[in-house]
């Protein structure tokens, strides 16, 4: 069983196949190739391709943030889905999430930058964007910088003190990202109101019925470290967004996660009462105190 492993990969070397892949928690960039109609919003623009957890990616550029998953089936090729978009312009084509890109991959020998070649897809908005596309791969983000940047990877865990759904969220440009949870996604952009409070503004979700979509949360983001940060709701409608953010810690990917104390119970004050007991069955007895403080 032992050699099996490096068989495949030998066989995939002999017929000719890359071993590179997109990796988890990298940013690319490119441009938009040139036989895109002069017209089309797309065209010869800059982009950055950051390439989060589960084959997500939030694709960004001055037109529009194109959110969308990809499936890397080691064969030289790529299969790609686009969820939606969260449009900075109003002609802006979408394509339909249910249909798949197929595209065969041209990698460079150090894996460092990849030609995107069309094999089939009926989606022709996305075809023109990448049908002879290069992305190269850019630095990772820096760690213990206080603030997301682009391509950023956080992890968190909003059911606290376990080890099961996990959550992570992958960030883009235009300040757009996709935070993933075993039950959906939810496709949001933030902005900082002042050094601390974030405003979180949902552009879709899915299904669709696991956010709220087009509607906005408040909350104060603390920093536990420049790479760690816990969110606490200040105002938001939204339930799902309150589960998955409010009191939750968030922590850069390939940082230790922070270990959080929990918040002490309150102090058992043992309550001290004085209790009149009237003894005086006749009269002759004047009724006295008795304190029985302390008392079990």
Request: proline fraction near 7%.
């Amino acid at each position: 069983m032992k050699w099996v492993i490096p068989l495949i990969v030998s066989l995939l070397v002999l017929e000719g196949y890359s071993q590179c892949i997109f990796s988890t928690n990298t940013l690319w960039e490119g441009l938009y190739p040139d036989d895109i109609e002069l017209n089309n919003p797309f065209f010869r623009r800059e982009f950055t391709w950051s390439y989060g957890d589960r084959g997500d990616f939030v694709e960004a550029s001055t037109p529009a943030t194109i959110f969308g998953n990809v499936i890397q089936p080691l064969d030289g090729t790529l299969y790609v889905i686009d969820y939606g978009t969260a449009p900075n312009q109003p002609n802006i084509t979408v394509c339909d999430p249910s249909i798949k890109g197929h595209y065969k991959l041209n990698w460079r020998g150090d894996c460092g930058a990849v030609i995107f070649t069309l094999i089939t897809d009926a989606c022709t908005s996305r075809s023109a964007r990448y049908s002879g596309v290069t992305l190269s791969r850019d630095s990772n983000p820096e760690t213990g910088i206080c603030g997301f940047q682009i391509g950023d990877l956080f992890d968190s865990r909003p059911v606290i003190g376990t080890t099961e759904n996990a959550a992570s969220s992958t960030y883009g440009g235009n300040n757009d990202y996709i935070h993933w949870t075993p039950e959906g996604r939810l496709f949001l952009n933030y902005h900082f109101d002042n050094a601390t409070t974030v405003i979180l503004t949902e552009h879709f979700s899915t299904p669709a019925s696991f956010g709220c979509k087009n509607t906005s949360g408040t909350y104060v983001v603390e920093y536990l470290t420049c790479d760690a940060v816990k969110y606490h709701l200040v105002s938001d409608a939204c339930l799902t967004r309150i589960v998955l953010y409010d009191g939750i810690v968030f922590w850069r990917r390939g940082t230790p996660e922070p270990i959080i104390e929990p918040t002490p119970p309150p102090p058992n004050i043992v309550a001290k009462t004085k209790v009149v007991v009237n003894l005086n069955f006749d009269g002759i007895v004047p009724a006295k105190s008795y304190c029985l403080c302390g008392s079990p």
